[in-house]
Structures are given as structure tokens and as C-alpha cells.
């Protein structure tokens, strides 16, 4: 079965503090790995699409990286709007999604 | 991507009492997802609700306590039944879109406690 680690739980940043989320997984065939953002009372928003080993993407102040056992999500200066809780989740037949990873960035 | 709607955003209900939450999306799409969150855990998958054929469900879920409709490309809706305070939780469904419909985009949830 997949499995999709997050960590840490929680990280607590000040303003402009850069740091990073892991996701690491186990998948029998990878199809995508993917990372959402979540707001208290919300559903997931859609970030990015990793599909293989070395790709990366950015947005705005959010980078993400993909190895073959491992994803990164860098927050690079982050703002109090950043504050979330970052969801990663990889595919196969289905979405399975890691616990997620709730980042507070105080001003 | 595409605007998914759900109703209600949040209820709460009685224990044995059932609760239909619908989910609307903006285009046709093939499949649609139903996922449950429960307090300070991820999410996961109910099942998946394509249209003009039964639902498939996932492990530890069932169709009688959680039946599905699909009556159309745009809408579907999930009941849950006799409730308990153990299905408290978020619901959601997603579609998806994106490159390869690959990407699942979700809808707001639906917030139930079961009392």
C-alpha cells in the first residue's frame, strides 16, 4: 500500500525565515505526487504536479522538488498569508495523502 | 481548473440520523471523488463515483453507509447513514482536470458533527 510521510507536523516560522517541508513515499507506480495547500474550514488548493525525478516547480514564494523517494516543498521568505497547512499526496490508481505539514508564520 | 460547489458547508445532526451532501461542478467530468477528513487527520478516499454506473468504494467503506448517486456529468451526492459521532468530519469531492486529468481539484467541504 502507499504510504506518504510528512514532516515536520507543524513549523512555526518567523516572517521572512526560509525553510523547507519533506514528503517522502512509497508508491508502486508513481503518477504524479502532488501538493496542496489547505486553510482552516477549506478544501485543499492545488499547488503543483511533480511527475519524475529532478523536476521542479515554483510559485511565488513556494518551490517544490522531486526525487525517487522524496519531495520538497521550500518556502523561500515566507509572509503571516503563508500560514497553512501544506498537503502532499502521490498517485497511482488513486490519491493517497500524507497527514500534512501546518506551517505558522508569524509577523 | 473547475468551480465545485458543495451544500451544505456544514451541519449538525443527530446520532442514527442520515445527511446528503451534494457536490456541483461548473463542467462534465467522468469521475468524481469522495473523500472524508477526519479531526487533525488526512484525507481519504470514500470512493469514486463515475456516471451511469455504481460507485466504486474503497476499503473499510460501504455502499450502505455510504451510498452514492451520480445522476449526471455534473453532479453527485453522498449520503451518510446512520450516523454516529464517529463520523464526524469533513467531507469533500474532487475532480479531476488538469494535464492527463491527472490533477484532482477539491470542492470546500462539508463540516459534519454528529452529536
Known amino acids: 500500500e502507499d504510504q506518504v510521510t510528512q514532516s515536520p507536523e507543524a513549523l512555526r516560522l518567523q516572517e521572512g525565515e526560509s525553510s523547507s517541508l519533506n514528503c517522502s513515499y512509497t508508491?508502486?507506480?508513481?503518477?504524479?505526487l502532488f501538493w496542496y495547500r489547505q486553510d482552516p474550514g477549506k478544501g485543499p488548493e492545488f499547488l503543483f504536479t511533480l511527475y519524475s525525478a529532478g523536476e521542479e516547480k515554483e510559485k511565488e514564494r513556494l518551490k517544490a522538488t522531486l526525487t525517487k523517494k522524496e519531495s520538497f516543498l521550500h518556502i523561500t521568505a515566507p509572509k503571516p498569508e503563508d500560514s497553512a497547512t501544506y498537503l502532499c499526496?502521490?498517485?497511482?490508481?488513486?490519491?493517497?495523502f500524507g497527514a500534512g505539514t501546518t506551517v505558522t508564520v508569524r509577523a | 481548473s473547475a468551480v465545485i460547489s458543495q451544500k451544505p458547508s456544514r451541519d449538525i445532526c443527530q446520532r442514527g440520523t442520515s445527511l446528503t451532501i451534494q457536490c456541483q461542478v461548473d463542467?462534465?467530468?467522468?469521475?468524481m471523488f469522495w473523500y472524508r477528513q477526519q479531526p487533525g487527520q488526512s484525507l481519504t478516499l470514500i470512493a469514486t463515483?463515475?456516471?451511469?454506473?455504481?460507485?466504486?468504494?474503497e476499503s473499510g467503506f460501504v455502499i450502505d453507509k455510504f451510498p452514492i448517486s451520480r445522476p449526471n456529468l455534473t453532479f453527485s451526492t453522498l449520503t451518510v447513514s446512520n450516523m454516529s459521532p464517529e463520523d464526524s468530519s469533513i467531507y469533500l469531492c474532487s475532480v479531476p482536470s488538469g494535464r492527463g486529468y491527472n490533477e484532482q481539484f477539491f470542492g470546500p467541504g462539508t463540516r459534519l458533527t454528529v452529536l
Open positions: 463515483a463515475n456516471q451511469g454506473s455504481e460507485a466504486t468504494y
Open positions: 499526496a502521490v498517485q497511482d490508481y488513486k490519491l493517497s
Open positions: 463542467s462534465q467530468v467522468t469521475m
Open positions: 508508491v508502486s507506480g508513481l503518477r504524479g
